[in-house]
């Protein structure tokens, strides 16, 4: 290849280290502006010297990167090619990631090309978490019951993937039962460092956008659509813009009271206020030190959360702590230290002469940190637990949004009574607890929480406590090592007596996979018109994503969890209301019962241990009885099996050619949906059960399968007749074309109102080309490539939105859609756009990033937008119909 030889050579350097000899680029060598680059930023430089073939990576981005504190601050967006040293995917996205690839060896072999090319060139793990649900909780067997029916609803997809683990190279797949994604990557995946053949920073693209809470432990990451890392899993670069960086200083030290749910609460809030979406964010300061990596890890996993790319905390002496807790060899932790001490690349928070040069500096003092929840519908919504009882009555009286619910003062008193299966009535009301999850990486990862929750749970049962029988409580720890100290420790019999029993590893309610409740409540609380609550300790509580029947959802830490649990409501004061009584009729309050900081510092210190981290992931690998029993097919193509109604060769390369098909304006486009701020990848393609009247039901219902077999639209993410169906499906999304909230549109010219499937269907049979009209921060939330893949499929050409959230504008353009932005102080509104219109798109002659085009509208206005091709690959990708259809051509 031309060019491939490596101009940096003469940066290779040796170094010795106990005994043995290693190789690196030594980038600490390019002069003083090295020294003042932000230590993120210095991963990616380090990666661009070591890759550069002015090929892929030009010399242009080193020097980019190089100039990172004077490019970073022009207007004008600086382009640079990225390629991480690995990927990482969970099941949801995995799948139709493997999918993808076993569908490209197929058009790769129908155009003559050699199938077996298509294989993973970077390092990928694929970590089976998120299809376990909720069906079982508050008993002994519940974990066993769940784990049973995973198997039974997951078969053909657990099959698929054990086959894909044998027929790709360089790809592990990490069982079902062994825990969450994140967890599992920062207690056993994260390298670190590399050690050959050269050594050099790990670095990591995930398909979940919580991928970043691997930053906490010092490796650069950040969560990408699963289009874009299969294109890295194929050897491709990633171009991003170079990023601002955003400093973060901590000083002081937390509260004893306050937790790291607390602190993240926080910074999400503040940064969120701040805007810090397409930015880095790197934390620094003398209040760092103080953080435990478990602390960190649980602040960088809520990075999606207030918008930033990632939330890096570069590795110091407690990165090399907790890799010996977690039992990686010494001789591995002795070559990170002697590398990245040697690279400049190891942090002393301690000293101020180690502090980079930032984009801008923000500060929080984290004395200022207090007691929090956040919610009841976004995870930035952070309220003080202070005035929770205020805030949630406000709330029900505000006009409906984010903090509101729009009752009228005679609904506030609205109440029901059920009877429940133990034979006896309870009455619920606003504000009752239905959901209490412990739950997801953000804080399962953290030994400090967790324990702190089981030692909370004693002292509650000690003082008589006990939790409503009706609450469907739930623990679902991040890995094998949260059970395993969480049980020496001594605290899983009172967890359990107040019904928080193991019933799975993995994601579970934070994602939707929160599993019925009694039929008695939920009809209860839609008779009633009830604004009913879960609490979790997870990452997002968008509406509609954790329950239908809870139309309230609050993030809290662990402890929190089991305090709602016990209060069994949220509309409740714990400074001035206890959370029950003794045996002998006196109050228990909350502050009688909470352990200090140095009370579960002092149980983790004893009880968090190497040993343990050892023995559970010395098998993990190996999977459970019914994993090592599962028969797959053996070759290197997939037998596509029609009757699946799980795995479904996708039609993306249908009527594919050698030859670029031409760009073309969109001409005569109705609009199928009129949407307004913040949708979500949940609005767009949710996660969660297939509701028994949808177009998704339908079809399989068509196949002979009952509403119990329907399983949820994260299990079928391999199946593109499902998901195309399941694609605007959430029930709360508002579009503003239907007359109500849910999952409809109307077609014109006829005026029917029909589900949005059915107008999409109906519209492609009429060969009308389709676009969408949305407001700001479109596609914010988990990064979901059927987001973009299910808009493709429905016909959409083109999306109009006033702002885009990051990851999901690129997986737009990875589907070969066009990503329009209104430009500033316009919108659909402003323009007078109802979504009746038609609709023409001209496009410049010849594109280049940063043009904009022309929308004609049949109404006779007319405006322009700014066509959000970023980079020159966004264009290549787009003129080859989308980045699965360019790798096809290039494997050929």
């Known amino acids: 290849m031309a060019g491939s030889t490596n101009p940096y050579q003469k940066l290779l350097k040796t170094i010795d280290i106990n005994g043995s000899t290693y190789t690196y680029y030594d980038v600490s060598a390019l002069g003083p502006k090295y020294d003042r680059l932000p230590f993120s930023i210095r991963v990616l430089l380090e990666s661009c010297v070591r890759n550069c073939d002015n090929f892929q990576v030009l010399e242009k981005d080193v020097s980019n990167v190089l100039d990172w504190e ?14 991480p040293a690995r990927v990482i995917l969970q099941d949801l996205t995995g799948v139709p990631a493997v999918v993808d690839f076993a569908a490209m060896r197929d058009a790769v072999k129908d155009l003559g090309g050699n199938p077996d090319r298509i294989n993973p060139i970077c390092p990928a793990d694929l970590v089976i978490d998120h299809s376990v649900q909720v069906d079982f909780a508050r008993t002994p067997d519940a974990l066993n019951k769940n784990q049973d029916l995973e198997f039974v609803r997951n078969k053909e997809r657990f099959q698929f993937l054990k086959w894909g683990a044998q027929a790709f190279d ?8 062994s825990g969450i994604v994140h967890q599992v990557n920062l207690e056993y995946l994260a390298r670190v460092v590399f050690t050959g053949p050269l050594l050099h920073p790990d670095s990591v693209v995930g398909t979940d956008s919580h991928t970043t809470m691997i930053n906490g432990l010092g490796v650069v990451g950040w969560g990408v659509g699963g289009i874009e890392a299969e294109a890295v899993m194929l050897g491709q670069a990633i171009s991003m813009l170079l990023p601002k960086v955003v400093g973060y200083k901590l000083v002081g030290e937390l509260n004893p009271l306050a937790t790291s749910t607390d602190l993240v609460l926080t910074i999400t809030k503040h940064l969120r206020s ?41 590795v110091d002496a407690r990165s090399l702590e907790y890799l010996h807790q977690t039992n990686r060899p010494k001789e591995k ?10 690279t400049k690349q190891f942090r002393d928070y301690t000293n101020p002469e180690q502090d980079p040069v930032f984009s801008e500096v923000v500060e929080l003092d984290l004395g200022d940190v207090v007691t929090s929840v956040s919610g009841p519908k ?22 409906v949004g984010f903090k509101g619910y729009g009752l009228s003062p005679s609904q506030l008193s609205a109440s029901g009574d059920f009877t429940y299966s133990d034979g006896k009535t309870y009455t619920i009301t606003h504000g009752s607890v239905i959901i209490a999850a412990i739950t997801s990486c953000t804080n399962t990862s953290n030994p400090s929480v967790m324990l702190g929750a089981g030692l909370l749970a004693k002292k509650a049962v000690e003082n008589g406590l006990s939790v409503l029988p009706y609450i469907k409580t739930s623990l679902s720890p ?23 029993n193991t019933v799975g590893y ?19 609380i839609e008779k009633n018109e009830l604004v009913c609550c879960g609490i979790l300790s997870g990452n997002r509580n968008f509406e509609g994503r954790i329950h239908p029947n809870t139309r309230a959802n609050y993030l809290a830490s662990p402890l929190l969890v089991i305090a709602y649990a016990l209060a069994g409501t949220v509309d409740v004061d714990f400074e001035t209301e206890p959370l029950g009584k003794r045996p002998d009729g006196s109050a228990v309050y909350l502050r009688d019962i909470w352990p200090t900081r140095a009370e579960i510092q002092r149980v983790e210190n004893q009880f968090v241990i190497p040993g343990m981290f050892k023995e559970v992931y010395a098998r993990i690998e190996q999977g459970s009885a019914a994993w090592q029993a599962l028969d797959v097919p053996r070759g290197r193509l997939y037998s596509w099996d029609a009757n699946s109604t799980y795995i479904k060769k996708p039609p993306f390369f249908d009527g594919m050619t050698k030859e670029l098909p031409a760009a073309t304006s969109v001409r005569g486009a109705r609009c199928l949906l009129l949407l307004g701020d913040s949708v979500t990848t949940d609005h767009i393609s949710p996660a969660g059960s297939i509701a028994r009247n949808s177009p998704a039901a339908r079809y399989l219902a068509q196949r002979g399968l009952t509403a119990r077999e329907f399983n949820s639209y994260g299990s079928r993410r391999g199946n593109d007749a499902v998901m195309s169906r399941g694609t605007f499906a959430n029930i709360r999304i508002v579009n503003k074309m239907a007359p109500a909230p849910g999952p409809k549109t109307t077609h014109h010219p006829s005026g029917d109102v029909m589900d949005i499937f059915d107008a999409a269907e109906r519209y492609a049979s009429e060969n009308v080309p389709l676009i969408a009209i949305v407001g700001k921060d479109y596609g914010s939330g ?43 102080g316009e919108s659909a509104a402003t323009l007078g756009l109802t979504g009746a219109e038609r609709y023409d798109i001209i496009l410049p002659p010849a594109l280049a990033p940063g043009q904009t085009a022309t929308v004609q509208v049949d109404n006779g206005t007319s405006f322009q937008v700014v066509v959000r091709f970023d980079t020159e690959v966004d264009l290549t990708y787009f003129k080859n119909g989308g980045i699965l259809n360019y790798m096809v051509r290039k494997m050929l």
């Open 70 to 83: 004077s490019k970073q601050g022009n207007e004008e967006s600086v382009e640079i090619a990225f390629k």
């Open 170 to 177: 360089n790809m592990l797949i990490v069982p079902p039962g």
């Open 506 to 524: 993995g994601c579970m309610t934070c994602i939707g996979n929160s599993g019925p409740i009694d039929d008695n409540i939920a009809n209860t």
């Open 333 to 342: 932790i002795d070559v990170i230290e002697a590398y990245l001490r040697a």
């Open 782 to 824: 988990s990064s979901r490539d059927w987001a973009a893949k299910g808009p493709y499929l429905l016909g959409i050409k083109a999306v109009i939105a006033e702002s885009f959230e990051r990851i999901h504008r690129s997986n737009l353009v990875g589907m070969g859609l066009l990503p329009l932005q209104f430009l500033p």
């Open 274 to 314: 701040l805007g810090v979406v397409g930015k880095f964010v790197e934390f620094f300061g003398p209040g760092v030190g103080a953080l435990s990596i478990a602390d960190r890890a649980t602040v960088a996993n809520m990075c999606p959360e207030f918008g930033a790319t990632l939330a890096h905390f570069p």
């Open 378 to 399: 976004r995870p930035q919504d952070r309220v003080s637990v202070a005035i929770m009882k205020k805030d949630f009555q406000d709330c029900l009286t505000n006009k």
């Open 478 to 500: 991040g890995s094998g090592v949260v059970t395993y100290y969480l049980r020496e420790s001594g605290v899983v019999p009172y967890l359990e007596k107040l019904g928080f």
